[in-house]
């Protein structure tokens, strides 16, 4: 069984985040990044269990800019078989990473998909959940605890919900998001890391993917100035008090 | 198996009197036997070529290196032919073969401290002991050159070998290693760049796009009293120089060496130095990751790894922690007749500020206020690009007062009236503190050592007057690279190394710059007077060389001779406390790891320290590591919040009793500055 986890290139945790000076965003040139850390409980989660004897394969995928490439090889470093890189340079939001993840398990069909509840960055927690409704996958999220049956093919996924502990069965292929305190991802080691530099990338675009990533989000109207202009709008213009 | 080991005991034992230790071949593989056999017969020539051309594929690793014997004489071939070491040439040729680092999955290679305990006692056979153990052994990387520290000097070095392994058509591995996370994210410097060794490492800097853009486009000093300011003929001579983020400038630099097939690893911290059984330098250990604060070990524990290089370069930055110990081991400044070093402690911020009062290229200095007559140090003010400002104190180590606190100085200065304007309205973008030679020409020790040489500021190559260390700590990075590799391509010494130095303009430069700093041990007015003297009329051919004073943490009175300081409290605005400072460093370290500060003897804080010189530590310190509070009995105790720690080395440098011991902490840890 392959086991594939999506990660994320954000800016590291530790760094002190800045708005740019024209306010369009947050600063992130100069600035260190490095793997999500749920995502890289998510890869520990997968190295354990292929170290278990449950999985052939792990293969850590990212999507975004070319410098995505060094979190991937971090990824191979602790211990991943397989990297792929959809090299996309505009935003992605989580359905066009949802719809690309989609793709991706078409074309490996692993049995098994883990990602991190949330990015740091946009702390969205929707990409997971949307890959399992684009695959009608079964979903186990804020995994605090999972334990694979092979022969039953099914994952039982301890999480962690507002009420306390739940427990879930789901039947494989599913997908699993991390959360805090399912593992202590480990070190990736010098020696490992000398070896994933030389490791090859398997490199996708979108287009090769059939995914279209434009956001089907949009922003449109008018910033007005005051709350009296707002009600005045309101009430005279768009007829809705 | 241990029929051959007894062959190989009693031949050994034929050329050396000392007795062989038992175990030293146990748990060796045959084929480690094999080649062990081979290479003692004095014959070198063929067991040279069995070993590298064996057919058979599984030898073409060779399970040890060995190392020849004492002198720096990098060539195993001729080691070979001469003397008795007779086998200790052809396992080294063979390594050669391979020019990148490759794995050894060697069990049973130990560092030096394991060989010191006597466990290697074959005199000429040099080669590792290996002590049973209950800890995992740890992995080895072999390369040709190790270079600790991804700073300017350590870089400029890297890239210096793979131009020359270019020009000569051969190739040679280098590894950095770095304690930062990244390249650049432990680097901080004012900083006016002299690009004189940068035009000599790589001419085409301006093309490719190095982070240097902004010429200083005019030079302020000022003498600063309370509320005034006094402007006094520059000194410096910053004429085509440039004010530049040495953060930034570094990180560009690792993207160069990294073009150039240098193996840099960033977030792994070099903690002990490798000896062999001849006390010669092979290489260094990363810590151990994933030790929790009690010792015991996490459930990602990581045994460190050892990096073997056949030229270990120490290019740690001012008080490198393994440079330390190899400058005491060697007795290096002894061997160079030169006086202990001298330091001064630096704070700086970056700061974006309002577009109208920002002038792109300005260069200010300052003396005098808030420091004492009795204190030497000065501020700077850079305008670099982007409305962003660098600003700083620098307060030098060998101040008497006990109760100074540069943090709170430095708080005090951006409230002086002809400063606190520019600031007002801006925000700090990063904050951070590191210290800096200013022993210079008087200081510099004997750079080369057994195995290796020290680079850069971890010897210690500052010209104070013109406060500018990066040229000299490039170029002399460039020096050893130089006759790095001469050793490794023709077997000379690294000798070489200290005489290119003597030769070179940095060995003139700091030689016309040495008498200003000292002058000023007879406090400000003499030392400007002195320093007009040697700069106007001696012109740097003055007869004497002025001493140093006592070292730094001799010179700290006792509390009862001072008062204690009154800071004001910080605004908010221009000043700020330390936690608020300590967060826009970024500076972080994993919580659960022991501490890295360890005192020598942890009763003497509270027996030296706070009662004789009231607690320094609390002071000094900008990241507000040490701290004096009340246990449950009422008693103030030290408390070391290591996990603030900015690798700045003051507490190494100024604790009175030497206690404190700055050891280096998990990789990855410690500040991140990206512009500073």
């Known amino acids: 069984m392959k086991i594939m986890v999506a990660i994320k290139r954000v800016v590291d945790y530790a760094v002190k985040i800045r708005v740019k000076s024209d306010k369009s965003g947050v600063e992130t040139s100069n600035v260190k990044m490095s793997m999500n850390p749920f995502c890289e409980i998510g890869l520990e989660e997968a190295l354990r269990i292929k170290e278990s004897g449950l999985a052939s394969e792990v293969i850590a995928v990212s999507m975004g800019p070319s410098q995505c490439v060094d979190t991937l090889r971090t990824g191979l470093a602790m211990g991943a078989d397989r990297a792929i890189h959809v090299e996309a340079s505009a935003t992605l939001y989580p359905l066009s990473v949802a719809k690309l993840l989609k793709a991706l398990v078409d074309v490996e069909k692993p049995g098994l998909l883990i990602l991190g509840k949330q990015a740091i960055d946009d702390d969205c927690n929707q990409t997971g959940q949307m890959v399992a409704g684009l695959l009608n996958w079964p979903q186990g999220t804020f995994a605090s605890k999972v334990v694979l049956d092979k022969e039953k093919e099914v994952a039982t996924v301890e999480r962690e919900v507002d009420g306390g502990l739940e427990t879930l069965c789901l039947d494989l292929p599913a997908v699993i998001t991390t959360d805090l305190r399912l593992n202590q991802p480990r070190y990736a080691t010098l020696p490992n890391i000398m070896k994933a530099k030389s490791k090859v990338i398997k490199k996708f675009t979108p287009q090769e993917l059939n995914v279209d990533i434009k956001s089907d989000l949009e922003v449109q109207g008018v910033i007005v100035s005051s709350v009296d202009e707002l009600i005045d709008k309101l009430k005279n213009e768009a007829h809705v008090i | ?676």
């Open chain 2, 1 to 676: 198996m241990f029929r051959f080991l007894s062959k190989s005991n009693n031949t050994i034992r034929k050329l050396s009197s000392k007795s062989f230790h038992p175990t030293l071949y146990a748990s060796s593989s045959p084929h480690h036997c094999k080649s062990k056999i081979s290479t003692i017969h004095p014959q070198i020539a063929s067991p040279i070529s069995s070993n590298a051309f064996d057919p058979s594929g599984s030898s073409s690793k060779p399970s040890d290196s060995r190392y020849p014997t004492g002198s720096p004489n990098g060539s195993p071939f001729f080691r070979a032919l001469d003397r008795n070491s007779s086998f200790s040439g052809p396992q080294m040729a063979v390594n050669r073969f391979f020019s990148s680092g490759y794995l050894l999955n060697c069990k049973n290679l130990r560092n030096g401290k394991g060989n010191r305990r006597g466990f290697l006692r074959v005199g000429s056979f040099v080669g590792e002991s290996r002590a049973f153990s209950s800890e995992p052994d740890r992995e080895s990387m072999e390369y040709d050159v190790v270079i600790v520290g991804a700073g300017p000097s350590g870089l400029s070095a890297a890239i210096r070998l793979k131009q020359m392994c270019r020009a000569k058509d051969v190739d040679f591995s280098v590894c950095v290693v770095e304690k930062g996370a990244e390249v650049g994210a432990h680097i901080l410097s004012g900083n006016v760049f002299e690009p004189r060794a940068l035009d000599e490492l790589l001419p085409e800097w301006k093309q490719e796009e190095a982070p240097i853009n902004v010429p200083v486009s005019s030079d302020k000093f000022w003498l600063l009293t309370k509320d005034r300011a006094f402007s006094l003929p520059s000194p410096f001579d910053n004429k085509g120089n440039y004010i530049i983020s040495l953060s930034q400038l570094v990180r560009w630099l690792g993207g160069k060496a990294e073009e150039l097939g240098v193996e840099i690893y960033p977030g792994f911290a070099a903690s002990e130095i490798l000896y062999d059984a001849n006390h010669k330098v092979i290489g260094i250990g990363t810590n151990d990751m994933g030790i929790a604060k009690d010792g015991s070990k996490k459930e990602n524990f990581q045994r460190g790894v050892e990096l073997r290089g056949r030229v270990t370069l120490l290019a740690e930055g001012c008080r490198g922690s393994l440079s330390e110990k190899v400058l005491r081991d060697y007795n290096l400044r002894e061997k160079a007749q030169a006086q202990h070093q001298t330091y001064a402690l630096g704070i700086k911020e970056v700061w974006e500020i309002d577009e109208g009062k920002h002038k792109t290229g300005t260069v200010l200095h300052t003396l005098g206020w808030p420091l004492d007559h009795k204190t030497y140090g000065g501020s700077f003010l850079y305008h670099m690009n982007d409305r962003q400002v660098s600003i700083g104190l620098v307060v030098a180590l060998n101040y008497h007062n006990p109760f100074l606190n540069p943090y709170e100085e430095f708080q005090k200065l951006k409230h002086h009236p002809a400063i606190k304007p520019l600031l007002e309205g801006g925000t700090v973008l990063q904050y951070g503190a590191r210290t800096l030679n200013e022993g210079g020409f008087q200081s510099i020790p004997y750079p080369v050592f057994p195995g290796g040489a020290i680079i850069g500021c971890s010897a210690g190559f500052l010209n104070v007057p013109k406060i500018k260390g990066t040229h000299t700590a490039m170029k002399s990075g460039m020096l050893a690279a130089e006759a790095a590799f001469d050793v490794l391509h023709e077997g000379s010494s690294m000798e070489k190394y200290w005489d290119g130095l003597r030769n070179s303009w940095i060995w003139e430069e700091l030689h016309k710059a040495r008498n200003y700093r000292p002058a000023f041990e007879y406090g400000l007015v003499p030392g400007l007077a002195l320093s007009a003297l040697e700069h106007y009329v001696l012109k740097g051919r003055s007869p004497l060389t002025l001493k140093h004073g006592k070292p730094d943490h001799e010179a700290t009175d006792v509390a009862q001779l001072h008062s204690p300081i009154q800071y004001p409290k910080p605004d908010g605005i221009v000043s700020f406390d330390v936690p608020t400072s300590l967060y826009r460093s970024n500076t972080n370290h994993d919580h659960d790891q022991p501490s890295h500060l360890h005192l020598r003897d942890p009763q003497i804080p509270e027996r030296v320290n706070l009662p004789d010189f009231a607690g320094p530590e609390s002071r000094y310190c900008p990241a507000r590591v040490y701290e004096y509070v009340p246990d449950e009995k009422g008693e103030l105790r030290l408390q070391i919040n290591a996990q603030n720690c900015l690798h700045c080395k003051a507490c190494d440098i100024k604790d009175p009793k030497q206690n404190i011991e700055w050891t280096v902490p998990e990789g990855g840890g410690g500040p991140g500055y990206s512009a500073m």
